[in-house]
């Protein structure tokens, strides 16, 4: 565990370094490719820095989202000036958190705005996330029990588990950030169970800080670049495939770099599948005017194609390579740990 920290903090000093060359060196380049050429070598480093140093799943994946997959493609449209880093941030700090970690700054609604546009940028109630904390606790304590219980119990807490680590990390850095920086943040979530929709789950509520990188750097690229060659609604799905595809190689990426076997590309498959799924979900609805069903059923038939197909398809190498056993005994030795030094201290 010391070794894995210490690699960490290299890790993050490393890419430190990279950041400030790109504010104080690729931001004074003009826009486009010369900028582009300039922020290359960053990209490459970003790419390696996790799977070189780190080993354990945690560590390694978080740095790999938050580097190789999120700051990558920050960078790539801070090259063009677009996204989140232009224009560019008053000072280094802020580059710094924009660049590397998944925070988007709250915009507050006006007043005229509608009632769905307030309720997404509602903070989450204080009772919701103790219930969240609480929740993640208790599971953390019933997995020492885990050899006893059916394997289908055990996938079933690992998957809570898996939403509930991330969203809680997420909220965590969040935080530290708006402290840090004064200012409020965007939520990285907004309670995906309650998704009527599929288009409503990866649109709205989902990792909304990956859905807005995508839709910066492949949706609208790739729609822009069919308009003329298609319709506009064909170029919008084609740009809704696009994306997903994207995102399945991005996780197909960090799978290789926690797993490290070759891929078997089921990932991407789960995300084509949901593009398909939700493409074809937004043409109906646009072709038929339908009047959508209760929200208690679609966000039933939701829940459950989101459940199956991730079992299928989106755990499948997780749970061929032990992927899941090594988090758990990860998350199990971080409780262990914290449990010594607390009785050591009293």
């Known amino acids: 565990m010391e070794e894995e920290l210490r690699n960490l903090i290299k890790v993050w000093i490393y890419a430190l370094i990279s950041i400030c060359y790109c504010y104080f060196i690729s931001s004074r380049i003009s826009k486009g490719v010369l900028r582009l050429l300039s922020i290359l070598p960053i990209l490459i480093i970003f790419l ?10 945690h560590f390694c994946l978080v740095s790999a989202f938050f580097l190789s997959w999120l700051a990558n493609f920050k960078l ?71 050899d006893s219980l059916p394997r289908f119990v055990v996938l079933c807490m690992y998957c809570l588990h898996l939403y509930l680590e991330v969203e809680l990390v997420l909220i965590f ?6 402290t ?32 807005a990188v995508l839709r910066s750097t492949v949706h609208m690229p790739v729609q822009r670049s069919f308009k003329s060659l298609l319709s506009s609604n064909w170029a919008m799905f084609a740009g809704v495939m696009a994306s997903f595809f994207i995102s399945g190689l991005m996780h197909e990426l960090l799978y290789f ?16 599948l949901h593009g398909a799924a939700t493409a074809t979900e937004m043409a109906v609805k646009r072709k038929l005017q339908l009047r ?20 299928w398809l989106f755990l499948a190498q997780v749970l061929r390579n032990n992927l899941h056993e090594k988090a758990i005994s990860e998350c199990l030795l971080v409780v262990d740990i914290a449990k010594r030094k607390l009785f050591t201290s009293s």
């Open 173 to 178: 850095v969040g935080a530290v950030v708006s």
């Open 76 to 146: 790539l449209l801070f090259a063009f000036d677009q996204g989140p880093l232009c224009p560019l941030p008053p000072n280094l700090s802020r580059f710094i958190c924009f660049a590397c970690l998944p925070i988007k700054i709250r915009q507050y609604p006006s007043p005229n705005a509608s009632a769905n546009l307030h309720r997404k940028n509602e903070p989450m109630p204080k009772w919701v996330l103790a219930v969240k904390v609480l929740v993640f606790g208790v599971l953390l304590h019933v997995y020492e029990y885990r």
């Open 292 to 311: 959508a069903p209760h929200r208690a059923v679609s966000g039933l038939v939701v829940l459950v194609f989101v459940s199956v197909t991730g079992v």
């Open 48 to 57: 390696l820095l996790p799977p070189l140093f780190l080993s354990s799943a």
């Open 180 to 211: 840090l920086l004064g200012c409020d943040m965007e939520p990285a979530f907004n309670e995906p169970y309650l998704a009527t929709s599929l288009q409503d789950f990866w649109s709205r509520r989902w990792n909304l800080m990956v859905s």
């Open 257 to 272: 770099y926690a797993i490290r076997v070759p891929p078997t590309w089921e990932v991407t498959c789960f995300f084509v």
